[in-house]
């Protein structure tokens, strides 16, 4: 009667987005070329041999390196629903001819940077084993002149998002605030009546938003009694043991969450505003998250596959961390970022969405908390970086990230299943390496624009 409660331990490990490590600090995982999930054989042969097996409950298949498998097929495993994209025709991506793609790829892997805190160089090429990369896209100038896939991934599969879900949660609440259905000044309480007696009660929308919400809420996986166990255990899809009596559900949980702080007053990385989010917009807008998305996003962007979230017992998707997709598809949802709501020649939000995340928010909010990030800010569950290029990000546990750099007017996507699930130990190979990559793109243009 306790398989339940176990194997919530599992899933949320990562799946809520942990931001713990998977390992010791003296445990030394398989890199990326040995842990490559066809090279363990993992789920091959008809049928696989009990030792490749991944399976659940009975299997910890988010561990490493089973993990490097299993995030390219979380619908084995969850219950989801899906985010349609229609019965329209996909937007094509444009690519480099098929020269300059193979000439564009051999500059760019071996281009050279500075990892943070190290005085030795990486290659680009380097850097995407270091990092477990699962896949890569790069667009530049609305074209695509970088795409490579790893592992458990291809052109025809999905990978699952984790914490960039959270972006497209933010996303949908600030198209709702620019379109006039929901203001970002009101009361949670005022929009979900049902959170009256929690502490999210008094906090405003835009608060939830940016997470600046005073509520208790623990993620840390080491201690038993931390809240993210009681939160994972009212989430899980499965049947409750008979003598569960705590919430059942994303939803009942949000409604016994108490305070901790004062609202506004500093940012606190906390999933479980986003499932807030996702609770109010769908409160506003009278449609699932899911639905919302296809609507607003999928559909319009011309999405080549429809993508997946993971939802409670409840059938509620889960707005934090649930969604599985395709590189491209994230890749067409990064330039309809960074066209600030247009592709295609079409507007299908307005700009001041994008316009508002760019800006960032209150960086004196964001203390020290995250020290790859000095200087950052959090709005509207996007990641902005105040650098030189203003770029941005939605990120996600074990490597997941759409970097946005409108300077360089380009989008990187990248899907990773890195052993350690924390961002500050990946940061260090990744940052300086988009960064780089932003500078040679700009560097490649000037010299193609002189010819």
Not at 217 to 240: C, G, H, M, Q, V
Not at 290 to 297: H, I, P, R, V
Not at 414 to 419: G, L, N, T
């Amino acid at each position: 009667m306790r398989r339940p409660a176990r194997l919530m331990r599992i899933v949320f490990t990562s799946i809520l987005l942990t931001t713990t490590s998977a390992y010791g600090s003296d445990h030394v995982p398989l890199d990326a070329k040995s842990s490559d999930p066809n090279v363990m054989g993992w789920m091959q042969g008809f049928p696989p041999s009990d030792e490749k097996l991944i399976t659940q409950p009975d299997s910890n298949y988010f561990s490493f390196p089973k993990l490097r498998w299993s995030v390219c097929h979380l619908r084995e495993f969850l219950p989801t629903r899906e985010i349609s994209r229609g019965l329209g025709n996909a937007l094509p991506l444009n690519y480099l001819s098929e020269s300059d793609l193979d000439d564009m790829a051999q500059k760019i892997n071996s281009l050279s940077f500075t990892p943070l805190n190290s005085d030795q160089s990486m290659t680009w090429e380097e850097s995407l084993f270091a990092n477990y990369t699962d896949g890569i896209l790069v667009i530049h100038e609305g074209r695509v002149v970088y795409e490579r896939y790893f592992g458990c991934l291809d052109e025809y599969g999905q990978h699952a998002a984790m914490s960039m879900t959270k972006s497209v949660t933010g996303l949908l609440a600030e198209i709702l605030v620019a379109n006039g259905e929901l203001d970002d000044l009101m009361r949670v309480k005022e929009v979900v009546p049902e959170i009256a007696g929690s502490a999210f009660a008094n906090a405003t929308v835009r608060q939830v938003m940016d997470m600046t919400t005073g509520v208790a809420f623990s993620e840390d996986y080491a201690d038993p009694n931390a809240a993210i166990w009681t939160y994972s255990r009212a989430a899980s899809p499965l049947p409750k043991a008979k003598e569960y009596k705590g919430p059942n559900g994303y939803w009942e949980y949000l409604q016994t969450v108490q305070p901790e702080g004062k609202h506004g007053e500093y940012f606190h990385y906390k999933t479980i505003n986003s499932d807030m989010l996702g609770w109010i917009i769908s409160k506003v807008a009278k449609r699932s998250v899911t639905e919302l998305t296809s609507e607003l996003l999928w559909q319009p962007m011309g999405a080549e596959q429809s993508a997946y979230q993971t939802v409670d017992g409840k059938g509620v998707a889960f707005a934090g961390g649930g969604i599985s997709a395709g590189l491209r598809d994230l890749g067409r949802l990064g330039l309809l970022v960074l066209n600030e709501g247009a592709i295609n020649a079409k507007q299908v939000f307005p700009s001041q969405v994008v316009q508002s995340i760019k800006k960032g928010g209150d960086r004196a909010k964001f203390t020290n908390a995250f020290p790859t990030l000095p200087g950052a800010s959090y709005k509207s569950q996007w990641w902005v970086f105040h650098n030189e290029h203003n770029a941005f990000a939605a990120r996600g546990v074990h490597g997941q990230t759409i970097y946005i750099d409108p300077t360089a007017n380009m989008v990187l996507v990248r899907f990773a299943s890195h052993p350690k699930a924390k961002n500050g130990y990946i940061d260090p190979t990744s940052l300086p390496a988009y960064h780089a990559l932003a500078k040679l793109l700009i560097a490649n243009k000037g010299d193609s624009d002189s010819l």
